[in-house]
């Protein structure tokens, strides 16, 4: 019988073999496979599987045939082969058990099975192959015939997949081994199957869900064939192949490995595997395709699979860490990540679990520093994983977490995220408290440390510390000292040495007592043959004393029992017996001793507890303060990060988280929508999302919530939380009409609360009914009564929020298109109260009065109807009132003038002064507010109600609006004026109102403009400082009305700017002039440099508010900023940081401008660098540094490299010459800024020889030989030796050496070619005439020095510190002047420095 043998090829069958050997005889064409498939499908009917034998070479012929067949004939042979192969999984079970089983029989089957299983394999293989080709070459086509039929075909293979490997699976189960010569299965059998799966595996879809019952059936396959078929080393070999050449199977070849070790037992081939990729040397997975990604991919996902088998070998993957690969760094980490938490975790790990657990954490807690940022965030994910997990120990805690709150400072975005989410995650899980607060926790630990002290002073009263007895150390000394004394007396007895010693001589005055402490002294340091010495010369000395007495026979003993008298004293051998302390006594002290102990032992746990707390609040309160800066950070997923940071802290009341939420409520104003939506969500989860039993319950916590967020908020954090509440209200909520009746109980004092919570109610309210005017316009009554009543004048605080709340029911607040506005008549009691404040607190002082003032009369103009006529009643009331004070004040004086003293008198006198100057003050700036808000009436409320009425008549009069339309002329339609006209007409009527009207003689407001006008002009006389404030504003206010008025005044409020004494009004002054400036720009253009003189005022206060105006001066347009920025940029580096903050602000903004740095930059530079102002080099350097950090476009850099380069022939001092060199070496020098700075080397190189010139432009060079192409690095460095030749020789000496180089060469002067500075230089030295110079953007031919000019000196080029207008490749666009009126458009409260 012939045997079959697997071969490597399938051509092998065809050459022949050995002895017995199967061979193919006869190989069938294309035409005749059909015809003997019809026969071997009969055979296998009559046969069996056995047919196999007679019938192979027909589905052979199919394997050579392959590409030219059919799909039916391939078909039929599948199906035909699969039917073998399961006929035989069949047949085979019984037949393996028979005992009577021949070996011809034996053989036959053993030869059927192979012949099977190698057709079977090699045909799935090629149908793998031609669906993959058809897949590929299909692709494109969509809807297609062709496409539809491809895909009908590899649907077809697809089904049939997982058959032909379930009938090989259900065939290698069975235990065939028996049927090879002493169950040894050949090698090539079983590779015929793995290459296989393998070759199936390596399809692309195979990782997709529908193609998970084949991944399975691999996988199974697979594991018969490593479990029973001796493929252990082959799959840990192929699993790194497919790595390491199909990325994507990395998930799959985890999950086949991890079912080969769960359900197979074969946990070696996790080892195996791990080996293969630990063994893997660090170059090699450097090269691009070694598949380190799907390396670590494996890794990472095996280790979520089976972490527990891995430990036993992760010490080969630890090598990988110190490696150059970060992705496989990071699955290393995530490995460690996995085991820490799913293995080795809990309480109840045993020593050598808890070493490896410490190790694991100490090695990652090393890569939270590791150079790649990638590995420093995935390190911090797998940390925070531990801690969700709770696989932390506690004793990490605070070590991690201050390492966590390191990372928050990383230069990488993605590693801040993963620190914030780390330290969220420590928070939510905290094992401490469920309230954070250092404060808090301050006197429980002073309180439980004080006890802790207590509990061991008293157990150290009780317990003394155990001293050694005399006894004691007698009994270890004894010994020795016998054995020295006997030699000293041996040796005293042959020659008397021992009486003769000088060494140990008694002085005369040495009494015996001290003699024998000096003997003590000597046993004690165990010098003992001194003191054996001294005692036999002390009974010589002392023969009387009872210390000595007992030595009078001198022998060894009685020396001995002196020493012991002497060390042990008299007590130790004559104690009494009522001196023993009982035992029975100690036994029972015991039980007492025991509880004492366990209580200290508790005590300090409960120190370390608190300890511990204090210690991990105190970083969290530290990463804080760092996170809150983040909330404006540009990345959108750090600043997401960062909000729900905040919302976790103030959910755990940690201190100070409060500020966190406030600074990240102006974010409801963000452009991106999902930081808006991460800041709505977070308030709503903090104040709007309340938890409790009752409705009434929940509006009370949500209200509470609410008023403890506004009480002491500032104006913008008010309006930004208006935003939120509106939401909420207009939202639908179910708490809306129990919040609200929440809100009006707190206000009116049903619910006993304090002022601060009930103002914060009413601005609540009118949160509110800015979604439903309704809230508010309802109950205008009440708010009139409760804040705007008879007690109004006790608390202004209260009634100015009312009045706001009030003021969000108008027009102002809401949209309404085209219908009438919403006013209340005159004599409504709201406005009746509002006078009557103003009026009864214009003669007080309190100090919240002017704020409520401005409110009230801006919801007059903004609601009353006319008025103009409330406020002209309200100025003579309150002129009245004032005057009536004044009056009574002066006879009061005469009155009491007569019987009071001089002294008393004239203190009196400057009291009543004081209160009418603030009354005075108060009454102008009732004045000022009525006349701001008397023009922007006019310009915003009238003109709008003129534009309604006139469309309203224009829709209800069709005939009007059609004669309109036809009479406007040709002219006007191609200028785009239609309509226009009546507009114009419109605005000129408001303007000549405000020109000749509103302070024409017969208006109440011309009366104060006098006043004004004095009060300002006469700071001597007036120095009241609330007086000079109020009469500056509302003169500001006053020539806002109109153009002629601020001409005739506009100089006297620049000499109280200039000259004012005091900050406050030059600070308040300089904010009405930015309102003029906006107002009246070409009547202020002419005082600008006056407005920026004022950035170098000595006043702080005065400076931050300059910068503050000139900002949004700049930033709008109204004011060019050409020729004064270098002050701007001074304030850079103002001491104070507020200052310095708005100035970087201020060149942030400027910086979105298109080239506006850029432009400005050359004028910056020369005005700082100018001797003149004495700037140091490390301000300008920093100034420099944040200036030009703005250019990043390369044509700009190119260009300032020019202009930089260009200034050196100009610049006069070595200073400048620094400072030129030090801005070059600030830019982003890119390849082209490169070649400009050489093209430019006659400019700066006889410069080269100051080390402050030549350091900056060496810097330039280092920076652009690192990370440079070869090319272009070759060039940095010739140019680099030559910067630092002229630097250390001299430019001349070096010229003068290339060029002998050159005339050795034999280089002429006629030398076409790109010119070299050699030559150049020659050019240089020899004198031309009637030669130019050469012009600055000429770069082919200049001088290698800096040439000498020609010109007389009268007509020498001077220094010009101006920016280069010359650029036209890059210039700002400046707009010009605006040329009209801007009119007044603020609704917003106007907001003002005072005390």
Not at 728 to 740: E, H, K, P, T
Not at 832 to 852: K, N, R
Not at 1282 to 1295: F, I, S
């Amino acid at each position: 019988m012939w045997d079959f043998s697997v071969p490597v090829c399938v051509d092998d069958l065809l050459k022949t073999g050995g002895v017995n050997q199967y061979v193919v005889q006869d190989v069938l064409s294309s035409k005749q496979i059909p015809v003997f498939l019809h026969n071997f499908k009969a055979a296998l009917r009559s046969q069996g599987p056995l047919c196999i034998l007679e019938h192979f070479d027909t589905p052979f012929s199919v394997l050579r045939h392959f590409q030219s067949l059919d799909l039916a004939v391939k078909e039929d042979t599948l199906e035909l082969l699969v039917q073998v192969v399961s006929s035989l999984s069949v047949s085979l079970p019984s037949l393996l058990l028979s005992t009577s089983l021949s070996a011809v029989d034996k053989k036959q089957q053993l030869n059927a099975v192979k012949m099977s299983v190698f057709l079977l394999c090699k045909l799935a293989e090629s149908l793998e192959s031609d669906s993959y080709r058809q897949s590929i070459i299909t692709a494109p086509s969509k809807g297609t015939k062709k496409g539809r039929a491809s895909n009908d075909t590899q649907m077809q293979w697809d089904t049939e997949r997982e058959t032909v490997l379930q009938a090989l699976a259900q065939l290698l189960q069975l235990d065939i081994r028996s049927l090879w010569s002493l169950s040894l299965v050949e090698e090539e059998f079983v590779s015929c199957v793995t290459c296989c799966c393998y070759k199936l595996l390596e399809n692309p879809t195979i990782s997709h869900v529908k193609s998970k019952p084949t991944r399975d059936a691999i996988i199974h396959l697979l594991g018969v064939l490593i479990k029973k078929y001796n493929h252990l080393l082959g799959a840990s070999v192929k699993v790194i192949q497919l790595l390491q050449h199909f990325e994507q199977l990395s998930s799959v070849c985890a999950q086949a490995v991890s079912v080969w070790c769960t359900e197979y037992g074969v946990k070696a081939i996790v080892g195996e595997v791990m080996r293969e990729i630990g063994q893997k040397p660090s170059e090699e997975l450097n090269r691009e395709g070694s598949g380190v990604k799907a390396f670590s991919c494996f890794l990472s996902e095996l280790s979520t699979l089976v972490p527990e088998t891995m430990i036993p070998n992760i010490s080969v993957l630890l090598t990988h860490l110190e490696g150059e690969s970060p992705s496989l760094r990071v699955a290393v980490c995530e490995v460690l990540g996995e085991v820490l938490v799913r293995v080795l975790s809990g309480d109840g790990l045993n020593e050598s679990g808890r070493t490896d657990r410490d190790r694991f954490l100490d090695t990652l807690q090393e890569h939270l520093h590791d150079t790649h940022s990638h590995v420093r965030s995935r390190v911090l994910q797998v940390y925070a994983r531990i801690v969700n997990s709770k696989a932390l120990p506690l004793c990490k805690y605070n070590q991690v977490m201050t390492l966590a709150v390191g990372r928050l400072m990383d230069k990488s975005v993605n590693v801040c995220k993963s620190a914030i989410q780390l330290l969220a995650a420590f928070i939510a899980h905290n094992p401490y408290s469920c309230k954070l607060s250092s404060a808090d926790l301050k006197k429980p630990l002073e309180k439980e440390t004080a006890k802790l002290r207590e509990l061991r002073e008293k157990r150290k009263a009780k317990n003394p510390v155990p001293v050694i007895e005399a006894g004691e150390l007698w009994a270890a000394m004894e010994p020795e000292l016998l054995q020295t004394t006997r030699a000293e007396m041996v040796l005293a007895s042959e020659d008397g040495e021992c009486d003769k010693d000088g060494d140990q001589e008694i002085n005369a005055d040495e009494s015996d007592k001290a003699t024998a402490l000096k003997i003590v002294q000597f046993l004690r340091v165990n010098k003992y043959r001194q003191a054996i010495k001294l005692c036999v010369r002390a009974h010589s000395v002392f023969p009387k004393s009872h210390l000595f007495s007992g030595l009078s026979p001198l022998t060894t003993e009685s020396v001995m029992d002196m020493l012991a008298l002497l060390f042990k004293g008299p007590e130790e051998s004559s104690l009494e017996p009522q001196d023993q302390q009982p035992l029975a006594e100690e036994d029972n002290e015991g039980g007492q001793s025991e509880v004492e102990e366990n209580e200290l032992k508790k005590q300090e746990m409960l120190v370390q507890y608190l300890r511990d707390t204090e210690s991990f609040v105190l970083q969290v309160e530290k990463a804080i303060a760092v996170i809150n800066t983040m909330l404006y950070w540009k990345t959108t997923t750090v600043v997401q990060e960062a909000i729900q940071f905040c919302v976790t802290v103030c959910e755990f009341s940690v201190a100070h988280s409060l500020s966190g939420v406030r600074k990240m409520l102006p974010l409801v104003w963000s452009t991106d929508v999902a930081v808006k939506d991460a800041v709505v969500q977070a308030y709503k989860r903090l104040y709007l999302n309340p938890q409790g039993d009752t409705a009434r319950v929940k509006s009370l916590t949500l209200v509470n919530s609410l008023s403890e967020l506004m009480v002491d908020a500032s104006l913008g954090t008010i309006q930004c939380l208006e935003e939120i509440v509106q939401e909420f209200f207009s939202g639908g909520s179910a708490l809306q009409c129990s919040v609200v009746q929440v809100l009006w109980e707190r206000f009116t004092g049903k619910q006993e609360s304090s002022a601060l919570h009930r103002r914060a109610a009413v601005l609540l309210l009118g949160m509110a009914a800015r979604a439903e005017r309704e809230v508010v316009l309802s109950n205008l009554d009440t708010l009139c009564c409760v804040a705007l009543g008879e007690k109004v004048t006790e608390d202004f605080l209260l009634a100015r929020d009312a009045v706001v709340t009030i003021s969000s029911i108008t027009d102002q607040n809401r949209s309404s298109k085209g219908a009438p506005p919403f006013r209340l008549p005159q004599d409504h009691q709201l406005f009746s109260c509002l006078t009557q404040a103003i009026a009864e607190g214009i003669v007080m002082t309190d100090p919240y009065w002017h704020t409520f003032m401005e409110q009230a009369v801006r919801l007059i103009y903004n609601l009353a109807e006319s008025p103009d006529q409330l406020c002209s009643r309200l100025l003579q009331r309150c002129s009245r009132l004032l005057l009536d004070q004044i009056t009574e004040r002066e006879q009061g004086n005469r009155d009491s003038f007569q019987g009071a003293s001089q002294s008393a008198s004239q203190s009196d006198e400057e009291q009543e002064e004081q209160i009418s100057c603030v009354s005075l003050a108060q009454l102008f700036a009732l004045c000022g507010c009525v006349a701001f808000w008397q023009v922007s009436y006019l310009e915003r409320s009238v003109s709008a109600e003129l534009r309604r009425r006139r469309g309203a008549k224009e829709e209800n009069d069709p005939a009007l609006k059609a004669k309109q339309a036809s009479s406007d002329s040709c002219m006007e339609e191609e200028l785009g004026l239609v309509g226009a006209s009546a507009e114009d007409t419109e605005a000129e009527l408001i303007r000549k109102i405000c020109e000749t009207e509103l302070l024409a003689e017969e208006n109440l407001l011309s009366a104060f403009l006098p006043l004004l006008i004095k009060v300002c002009s006469s700071p001597g006389r007036y120095s009241h400082p609330q007086l000079t404030t109020a009469a500056c504003l509302a003169l500001a206010q006053f020539m806002m009305i109109s153009p002629t008025i601020c001409e005739e005044n506009i100089r006297l409020l620049f000499t109280v700017l200039e000259k004012a004494s005091l900050p406050v009004v030059r600070s308040n002054t300089l904010i009405a002039l930015g309102d003029l400036t906006v107002r009246f720009p070409n009547i202020l253009e002419p005082w600008t440099q006056n407005l920026y003189a004022r950035l170098n005022d000595d006043s702080p206060s005065v400076r931050q508010t300059a910068v503050t105006v000139l900002t949004q001066l700049v930033l709008k347009d109204v004011l060019k900023v050409k020729g004064h920025v270098s002050e701007v940029a001074v304030l850079l580096i103002d001491a104070q940081p507020d200052i310095a903050n708005l100035a970087l602000n201020f060149f942030n903004e400027l910086a979105s401008k298109d080239n506006a740095i850029y432009n400005l930059l050359p004028d910056i530079i020369s005005r700082l660098s100018d001797p003149e102002r004495g700037m140091n080099k490390e301000d300008f350097h920093t100034i420099m540094k944040q200036l030009f950090s703005y250019i990043t476009k390369e044509k700009q850099t190119e260009s300032l490299v020019e202009k930089l380069c260009q200034r050196f022939r100009t610049a006069k001092t070595e200073r400048q010459w620094c400072d030129l060199a030090v801005s070059l070496s600030l830019l982003s020098m890119c390849e082209r800024g490169f070649k400009r700075l050489q093209e430019c080397w006659e400019c700066y190189s006889d410069k080269l020889s100051d080390p402050d010139v030549y350091q900056p432009l060496l810097s330039i060079v280092t920076r652009l030989r690192r990370g440079a192409k070869p090319q272009f690095k070759t060039q940095v460095e010739e140019f680099e030796k030559k910067l630092t030749a002229v630097h250390t020789k001299g430019l001349e000496n070096v010229e003068s050496r290339e060029m002998e180089e050159r005339l050795e060469a034999g280089v002429g002067e006629a030398e076409q070619g790109p010119c070299t500075p050699a030559a150049v230089g020659r050019r240089a030295r020899r004198p031309t005439r009637g030669k130019g110079k050469a012009s600055t953007s000429n770069h082919d031919t200049s001088d290698f020095v800096t040439p000498k000019l020609r010109r007389k000196p009268h007509k020498k080029t001077l220094i010009t510190f101006s920016s280069d207008e010359e650029d036209d490749e890059v210039l700002l666009a400046e707009n010009e002047t605006p040329k009209v009126t801007t009119p007044i458009s603020r609704c917003s409260r106007r907001t003002r420095l005072r005390h």
